[in-house]
Nanobody, 116 residues
Framework: QVQLVESGGGLVQAGGSLRLSCAAS????????MSWYRQAPGKQRELVAT???????VYADSVKGRFTISRNSAENTVFLQMNSLKSEDTADYCC??????????WGKGTLVTVSS
C-alpha cells in the first residue's frame, strides 16, 4: 500500500516562500511520475508541477519561474519550492504518484494560505 504524506503548508505573506514536502512510503522510483496539484476554494483542481522517473519536470504556466519541483530519493520525498507567492496561490496542495502500471495514489493535502 502506497502512502503519501504532505507537509510544509501554512500562512505566508505575498512575496514569501514555502517548501512543501511529499513523503512516500518506500522508494519513489516505483513511480512513473509524481506531481503536485492544488485546489482553491470554489475552483477545479489543477496540476501545478510534475517530475518524472527520469527527472523531467513540467510546470503550469501560472507557476513557471516561481515554483520548483525536486526530489530526494534517499528520503523518498518530493518537494515543491514555492517562491514569490501570490494570493492566487492560496489552495490545498496535494501530492499524486503514478506507478509504472498506471495506479494513482494521492496524499491528503496541505493547506497554503497567502495573505496580500
Amino acid at each position: 500500500q502506497v502512502q503519501l504524506v504532505e507537509s510544509g503548508g501554512g500562512l505566508v505573506q505575498a512575496g514569501g516562500s514555502l517548501r512543501l514536502s511529499c513523503a512516500a512510503s518506500g522508494s519513489i522510483f516505483r513511480f512513473n511520475a509524481m506531481s503536485w496539484y492544488r485546489q482553491a476554494p470554489g475552483k477545479q483542481r489543477e496540476l501545478v508541477a510534475t517530475i518524472t522517473r527520469l527527472g523531467v519536470t513540467v510546470y503550469a504556466d501560472s507557476v513557471k519561474g516561481r515554483f520548483t519541483i525536486s526530489r530526494n530519493s534517499a528520503e523518498n520525498t518530493v518537494f515543491l519550492q514555492m517562491n514569490s507567492l501570490k494570493s492566487e496561490d492560496t489552495a490545498d496542495y496535494c501530492c499524486k504518484a503514478v506507478t509504472l502500471a498506471g495506479m494513482e495514489y494521492w496524499g491528503k493535502g496541505t493547506l497554503v494560505t497567502v495573505s496580500s
